[in-house]
């Protein structure tokens, strides 16, 4: 267990740290939507990537808690959910925030793509007004750059592979809506 979680800790702080600068959009995307991603009741929150949630042993929680999601992987781990109680160090965010609104996605050849997260839609600008707010090709790059340790992680593919999942279900869900 020990190993497992350093394992983890030096993984997401390397992912972290590679992920702390880039942005979806050049500048503070938080002005376009007064920062509506931050701001949510007691039960919005972020998933937390499988182990990331050791990163938080240790800091002050004045500011956040961590809570069991719905998500269940195949070895019994429950995915964790971080929920805020006010504005988080920017430097604590988890990687579900660094790289909001997207979703790493596995396509039907294994491989992992980053695709704009459909269930933000309600929310966040960069997805209901792609052409006025197009993310920042660098932004992709980066995520194509950090992501690679993240999939040597059996977890975490498994986990990637339940939000492919969720992703395809609210296509079809969206597609019920649309008018040929």
């Known amino acids: 267990m020990a190993t497992t ?9 390397k992912i972290w740290k590679k992920l702390d600068v880039p942005t979806p959009l050049i500048g503070d995307c938080g002005k376009l939507c007064d920062k509506k991603c931050c701001h949510g009741t007691d039960q919005d929150g972020m998933l937390l990537f499988p182990g990331e949630e050791y990163l938080y042993e240790n800091m002050d929680i004045d500011w956040f808690q961590i809570h069991d999601s719905h998500i269940v992987l195949s070895d019994g781990y429950r995915i964790r959910l971080l ?15 660094r790289i909001f609104p997207i979703i790493p996605y596995l396509n039907e050849r294994g491989r992992v793509e ?3 997260d459909l269930r933000s839609l309600g929310i966040c600008p960069i ?9 920042e090709e660098a932004f992709i790059e980066a995520l194509y750059k950090a992501f690679p340790p993240l999939l040597r992680d059996d977890a975490v593919v498994e ?4 939000l492919s999942r969720q992703y395809n279900d609210t296509v ?8 040929d």
């Open 5 to 13: 979680k350093a394992k983890y800790i030096k993984l997401y702080r």
């Open 83 to 97: 929920v805020c109680s006010r504005e988080c160090p920017r430097e604590c965010r988890p990687l579900s925030c």
């Open 114 to 116: 980053f695709r704009l």
């Open 127 to 135: 997805v209901y007004s792609q052409q006025e707010n197009p993310v």
């Open 159 to 162: 986990f990637i592979e339940i």
């Open 172 to 179: 079809r869900f969206l597609a019920k809506f649309q008018q």
